[in-house]
């Protein structure tokens, strides 16, 4: 459906769990988050009668996200019954990889379209200051582990911080060797990553042609929305960058998203939205669940604005709760 500016909504991110098995410092604080209790979490069920009311207002892809979602073990079959609702034509899944390689088997035979996998850099030290866990080496064979799917899409996304530039062009050098994509996304001004500067993408983009040559950009879609990919010469996959701040997209932007604890929102910035969980478990009809949904499709703030913050209540939660 349209929402009051003329927007197609049609992507729906659904956040599985705050929790995570890496530590991010731009993403999660050392210690964790305040662990939420297994029945705050929205049960598979209540997930799929939330996507089955959704689809029918137009959504027809779905991106499952986190927290880390493959510590929840619920993904196999939640895209199995996503896979199977008449209107869903895609489900696909970002994580830090820590467990897909032992995972992957089940959501490649469950339907399964494509995966993000998020790494930041090729150094064990430089991952492990990152991150603050050792699990570059798992990550990486969940990276292979996804290639040998060839159905399967792969991307890899990185957010530079503190990496070198060296690093910054190694990883590039993935989407020349192998057949996937390599984005760079902006840090965004949201819960931790307020204590970083972003590197922008003119700034990435100047170091990668130094050492690859020219970077062309093409109108290829590749994903559900806001990368712009480039292509460069003997390259297999794409170059993208999601750049929120330098390139603004919010006129585009095409999702809203599901908090773990069944909160839905249309704009990563606002916590403005509706608690469809509440609705759920005081025994609502579809009726008032599917227009509950329409209401916050119709209403998704204009689009985010760091600077002025003006268009809705701020969201206050960290990018673990919200879906990244
Ligand atoms: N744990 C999974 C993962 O890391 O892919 C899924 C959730 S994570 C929150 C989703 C994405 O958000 C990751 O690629 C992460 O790097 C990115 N992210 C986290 N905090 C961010 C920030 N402040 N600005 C931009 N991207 C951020
Ligand atoms: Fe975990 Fe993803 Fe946040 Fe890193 S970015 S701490 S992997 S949720």
């Given at each position: 459906?349209?929402?009051?500016?003329?927007?197609?909504?049609?992507?729906?991110?659904?956040?599985?769990?705050?929790?995570?098995?890496?530590?991010?410092?731009?993403?999660m604080?050392?210690?964790?988050?305040?662990?939420?209790?297994?029945?705050?979490?929205?049960?598979?069920?209540?997930?799929?009668?939330?996507?089955?009311?959704?689809?029918?207002?137009?959504?027809?892809?779905?991106?499952?996200?986190?927290?880390?979602?493959?510590?929840?073990?619920?993904?196999?079959?939640?895209?199995?019954?996503?896979?199977?609702?008449?209107?869903?034509?895609?489900?696909?899944?970002?994580t830090?990889?820590?467990?897909?390689?032992?995972?992957?088997?089940?959501?490649?035979?469950?339907?399964?379209?494509?995966?993000?996998?998020?790494l930041?850099?090729?150094?064990?030290?430089?991952?492990?200051?990152?991150t603050r866990?050792?699990?570059?080496?798992q990550?990486?064979m969940?990276?292979?582990?996804?290639?040998?799917?060839?159905?399967l899409?792969?991307?890899?996304?990185?957010v530079?911080?503190?990496?070198?530039?060296e690093?910054?062009?190694?990883?590039?050098?993935?989407?020349?060797?192998?057949?996937?994509?390599?984005?760079?996304?902006?840090?965004?001004?949201?819960?931790?990553?307020?204590?970083?500067?972003?590197k922008?993408?003119?700034?990435?983009?100047e170091l990668l042609?130094?050492?690859?040559?020219?970077?062309?950009?093409?109108?290829?879609?590749?994903?559900?929305g806001?990368?712009?990919?480039?292509?460069?010469?003997?390259?297999?996959?794409?170059?993208?960058?999601?750049?929120?701040?330098s390139?603004?997209f919010?006129d585009q932007?095409?999702?809203?998203?599901?908090?773990?604890?069944?909160?839905?929102?249309?704009?990563l910035?606002?916590?403005?939205?509706?608690?469809?969980?509440?609705?759920?478990?005081?025994?609502?009809?579809d009726?008032?669940?599917?227009?509950?949904?329409?209401?916050?499709?119709?209403?998704?703030?204009?689009?985010?604005?760091?600077q002025?913050?003006?268009?809705?209540?701020e969201?206050?939660?960290?990018?673990?709760?919200?879906?990244?």
């Amino acid at each position: 459906m349209l929402d009051r500016y003329g927007r197609t909504i049609d992507y729906m991110r659904i956040s599985l769990t705050d929790r995570c098995n890496l530590r991010c410092i731009y993403c999660m604080p050392e210690e964790g988050i305040h662990h939420i209790p297994r029945t705050e979490l929205l049960g598979l069920d209540e997930i799929l009668r939330i996507c089955s009311l959704a689809s029918e207002l137009g959504i027809s892809r779905i991106k499952l996200t986190g927290g880390e979602p493959l510590v929840r073990r619920i993904c196999v079959p939640l895209v199995r019954e996503l896979k199977r609702l008449p209107g869903i034509r895609q489900v696909t899944l970002t994580t830090n990889g820590v467990l897909l390689k032992e995972q992957l088997p089940g959501l490649v035979e469950a339907g399964l379209d494509a995966v993000n996998i998020s790494l930041d850099t090729l150094d064990k030290e430089t991952f492990q200051k990152l991150t603050r866990r050792e699990e570059l080496d798992q990550v990486l064979m969940g990276v292979e582990a996804a290639l040998s799917y060839h159905s399967l899409k792969v991307k890899l996304n990185c957010v530079p911080t503190f990496q070198c530039e060296e690093d910054l062009v190694k990883l590039a050098a993935f989407a020349r060797e192998k057949p996937l994509h390599v984005r760079y996304i902006e840090m965004m001004p949201i819960g931790l990553g307020k204590e970083f500067t972003a590197k922008n993408e003119e700034t990435v983009k100047e170091l990668l042609e130094k050492t690859y040559g020219p970077m062309r950009p093409t109108q290829e879609t590749l994903g559900n929305g806001p990368c712009h990919y480039y292509t460069l010469e003997n390259f297999q996959g794409r170059i993208g960058f999601i750049s929120a701040l330098s390139h603004k997209f919010c006129d585009q932007c095409n999702r809203i998203r599901l908090t773990s604890t069944g909160y839905l929102k249309g704009c990563l910035q606002f916590e403005n939205g509706a608690d469809l969980k509440a609705k759920i478990r005081k025994g609502c009809s579809d009726e008032e669940l599917r227009e509950t949904i329409k209401k916050v499709i119709y209403e998704k703030p204009a689009g985010h604005n760091f600077q002025e913050k003006k268009n809705g209540k701020e969201e206050s939660h960290i990018m673990a709760q919200i879906g990244g």
